[in-house]
């Protein structure tokens, strides 16, 4: 025990022997060149505001150019009313160099105040191109600034086009202004989420509608040595350590893509919306999504011809089930019962999820449109062998009490079997 408190004194002497050595030294001091670092890697300045400074960068994609499947020529020829449709009408008309395409890169992805945007990004279209202004914080202190100049650039645009931004980037944006004691300037802008028209469109396809997977499914880009999303927050921190500019370098690329990303889909999404019968989708599903939206629009024969070209396609087996009902429901709504039944009759003549369903469609139309109870309790039975349920068994009990009492034989033959064929069962048979 002894040599051990003669150790740990010997240790102390020695410690207070270097800080008496080294002290009223001054610390290192932070390179004046480091925090502007930035400038000597990507094109920028360093703006100066009331609020102190902050870095600002831009970039223009040229008319001439294409990302993946778009012409960047193409944005500036979108009609001012395209909008209109997929945001329910809050946006009747607006030039699209009015629209501002916005993305932030954040210190998280939890929110709240202890979420900073450390980069905000802002792409408009203009007649040269697509150009893309990105506001950087180099430390926390340059915030107010930061967003001083991000709400003095916005004031030019009526219109903020984000992707899921509703959810996530407007209010911490809004949030920081509040923390700043500043207004922030996004109560006089229209706000369109395209990730809500995006789902519409590619959920019944696609198993991430993510902005990302997007771009490489329907935009054709694929992104090479790009920064994974949940590595920015780190690499941000990493920046503010050890001041190596270096490490921005793919935090700015991503965010530049992401949004010149997100315009080429505003030349797609609301497109479809818009002009659904001239909408440039290839795939079955595709035109299924579009079309169940705008059947919720009331535009009842427009889905109609959508569903039926998404058939015509080729559909797979439970989303072509789905859509046959979905027709021949839609057919009865507008009054062509000849349609309807044929719709009912093609999914009741093989196996699958809403066979039943339709087979008491038929027993309802036998019943009520043609008077034809022995075909309605044959329908009706047909669909308690599938799927047993209180209301087919009171039709079944009901019909049958009807036929008694009037002494007419119960169906022998169905629809979509000939004469002379065996028993119900087997008929109903695929």
């Known amino acids: 025990m002894e040599d051990l408190q003669e150790q740990l004194a010997a240790l102390r002497r020695r410690v207070a022997r270097i800080d008496r050595r080294y002290e009223g030294t001054p610390a290192p001091p932070r390179p004046k060149e480091a925090a502007g670092f930035i400038q000597d890697l990507i094109s920028g300045e360093v703006v100066r505001t009331a609020f102190g400074e902050h870095f600002e960068t831009e970039k223009l994609w040229e008319r001439h150019r294409r990302h993946g499947s778009v012409d960047i020529a193409d944005l500036v020829e979108l009609p001012e009313d395209l909008l209109e449709p997929l945001s ?32 905000v990004g802002v792409g408009s279209i203009e007649a040269a191109g697509f150009r893309l202004r990105q506001f950087f914080m180099r430390d926390y202190g340059e915030e107010p600034s ?21 959810a996530f980037d407007q209010p911490l944006l809004e ?34 509608c993510r902005l990302v997977e997007l771009e490489n499914q329907i935009l054709g880009v694929e992104r090479q040595g790009d920064l994974p999303g949940e590595m920015i927050p780190y690499c941000y921190f990493g920046y503010l ?14 965010n530049a893509i992401d949004i010149l990303s997100l315009a080429c ?84 003549a093989s196996r699958n999820p809403y066979r039943a369903r339709a087979l008491e469609a038929l027993a309802k ?56 064929s065996p028993g119900r069962r087997n008929r109903l048979s695929p």
Not at 332 to 344: D, P
Not at 383 to 407: C, F, N, Q, W
């Open 241 to 254: 350590r050890t001041l190596r500019a270096f490490d921005l370098v793919p935090i700015f690329h991503h």
């Open 146 to 166: 930061m967003l001083a100049r991000l709400a003095e650039h916005l004031a030019q645009f009526d219109v903020l086009v984000t992707y899921n931004g509703k």
């Open 265 to 348: 889909l505003t030349a797609i999404v609301p497109l479809a919306f818009h002009s659904p019968e001239n909408a440039g989708l290839r795939h079955g599903a595709d035109l299924i999504g579009l079309g169940r939206w705008v059947e919720r629009a009331g535009r009842g024969e427009e889905a109609l011809r959508l569903f039926r070209r998404a058939v015509e396609m080729g559909l797979p087996d439970d989303l072509l089930f789905r859509t046959l009902w979905d027709i021949g429901t839609m057919e009865k709504k507008l009054g062509r019962a000849a349609a309807a039944l044929a719709s009912m009759t093609e999914l009741a």
């Open 88 to 119: 329910d009408g809050a946006i009747a008309r607006s030039n699209p160099t009015r629209w501002a395409f916005l993305d932030t890169e954040t210190t998280g992805l939890a929110g709240g105040t202890g979420t900073y945007p450390f980069l």
């Open 365 to 420: 139309h036998y019943e009520h449109a043609e008077r034809n109870c022995a075909m309605a309790l044959e329908m009706t039975r047909a669909a308690l062998d599938i799927e047993v349920s209180p209301a087919l068994e009171r039709r079944a009990l009901r019909l049958k009490t009807r036929l008694e009492k009037t002494g007419q034989p119960a169906a022998t033959t169905s629809l979509w079997d000939p004469p002379g």
């Open 175 to 208: 949030t920081r202004y509040r923390m700043s004691r500043a207004p922030h300037p996004f109560d006089r802008m229209q706000h369109l989420d395209l990730l809500f028209g995006a789902r519409r469109l590619w959920k019944l396809r696609l198993e991430s």
